[in-house]
């Protein structure tokens, strides 16, 4: 029978953050705490059936809320960079907190990964889940409208981690939510992702300008060191990726599939657990950051997190879509539901 427990993981000014776990009948794990729908561990098999920890993340809520790198947390209103923080909507400017060079990053100063959730557990099949609520008050962060927003995390009986969002509005607004653990499929604290090899299902990415701001164009990865188009080692061209651009990977991948069909977005295997993740979304993009600004954190397990300890594989609509007229619209109106999933699934070889 799949369970779900929770108990206290810490207190912001006397309110309760609570922590989640959910668990399998096969021994497959997932904590999660109501600060941001944070997946603060994710323990999964190895080939020899060997249970370990494969996501980044520290074990008290003062880090969380003081220096985590968006560990594990669901991002919001409007996840990744929008130029100058700038948009306009039905004839209106608006201007987001600039957080990130001149750009707006991640839903701004205080964004969903700040918040305390509203949280239930519950089981349904062979599923143990976790529904987690947050209403976002008109002009919150500067976004216009209040939003509802809804993450419902499943852990399957057969060792997928699927996270469905909902969101809506009572004014015409923006939304592009996503999830940002960073996974080292070795252990959480197994130093490089190097090893790892990884696909992603894209023909095409969206090359940047020098402040990580899509030019527009979506160029095709052939001949580049995009191109994953076949299982590629991450390490391979990882340096070559550190000089050139940004220092290392941190790009938006235009999927192949349908835009707003479900389908698989990009396969992880690590050789030495036989660990495999395979990511499937209903979204356009997908950004692959391979924890190129962690610098020297202190982790669970005494664990000392690098540059490259681990990989995120963000789906999302396009970076600086509100301002791109040919990316796909994160625009929300009333009376629209936004509906996102993603499956994190995981197996051996
Ligand atoms: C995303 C961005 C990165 C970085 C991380 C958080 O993945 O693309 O550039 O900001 O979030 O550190």
Redesign the pocket.
Known sequence: MPQVSSKEFGKIEGKTVELYTLANDSGAKAEIITLGGTLVSLYMPDKNGKFNDIVLGFDNLEQYLKES??FGAN?GRA???IAGGRFTLEGKEYQLAVN?GPNA??GGEEGFNMKIWDAEGFTSGDSACLKLTYTSPDGEENYPGEMNVEAVYSLTASNELKIDFKASCDKTTIVNLTH?SYFNLAGHNSGKIYDHSLKIEADQYTPVDEN?IPIGELKSVEGTIFDFRKAKRIGEDAEKAAKDY?SGF?HNFVLNKPENQYGLAASVYEPKSGRKMDVYTNQPGL?F?A????ENLKGKDGAFYNPHCGL?L?PQKF?NAVNTPNFASPVLKPGEVYKHSISYSFSTE
């Open positions: 790198p968006y991002i996840a990744n960079r990130n990053l991640h940002h990580l940004t941190d950004q950051y924890a190129n600004f962690v995120c963000e970076p």
